[in-house]
């Protein structure tokens, strides 16, 4: 009986450590597409952070004459403020509103540019996909949106008018 209570809260002290534990790891990524851009049509950037280090990875891969190329792979480290700066505009983000807005408008499109915006936890992850943020970006309160996408895309080095566009 004893034996069988040691391993019921054995067992309970492994459930809740679980449950209740901190996750390390935290990772925001954008994906940009384009189908009517020749160069520079697919853009990914991760930003993923592992304990204290902060890493953002930036490829662009385009195709030529029906042919996957990589214009840009790299990669570099960022500091926590830089970081913390993105989260913080991703709090302001809020998915049941953007959800609430698309199902009362119907602002889909096949062509141009989509924007997915995924963040989270490793087993956890919210993902927004976004039609051409900027068309009519108040009407469909994109902005909070908007502004992450513009700063990761600054954090990454790179123009968001021309890839935003």
């Not at 935290?26 to 280090?53: F, G, P």
């Amino acid at each position: 009986m004893k034996r069988r209570k040691f391993f019921l809260l054995i067992f309970i002290v492994f459930i809740l450590q679980n449950s209740f534990s901190q996750n390390v790891f935290l990772q925001v990524k954008l994906e940009i597409n384009h189908s009517l851009r020749k160069n520079n049509n697919r853009i990914n950037i991760t930003i993923d952070k592992k304990d204290t280090l902060f890493v953002v990875k930036i490829s662009d891969s385009s195709y030529v004459n029906n042919q996957e190329q990589a214009m840009l792979d790299t990669s570099y480290f960022i500091n926590k403020y830089q970081f913390d700066n993105i989260i913080n505009l991703l709090k302001k983000v809020y998915p049941n509103h953007l959800f609430q807005e698309m199902t009362k408008n119907t602002w889909i499109g096949m062509d141009g540019l989509m924007c997915k915006l995924t963040y989270g936890t490793f087993q956890n992850q919210i993902i927004l996909n976004i039609w051409s943020p900027l068309y009519d970006t108040k009407e469909r309160k994109l902005e909070p949106f908007v502004a992450v996408c513009k700063e990761i895309l600054k954090l990454a080095k790179l123009k968001p008018k021309k890839y935003l566009q």
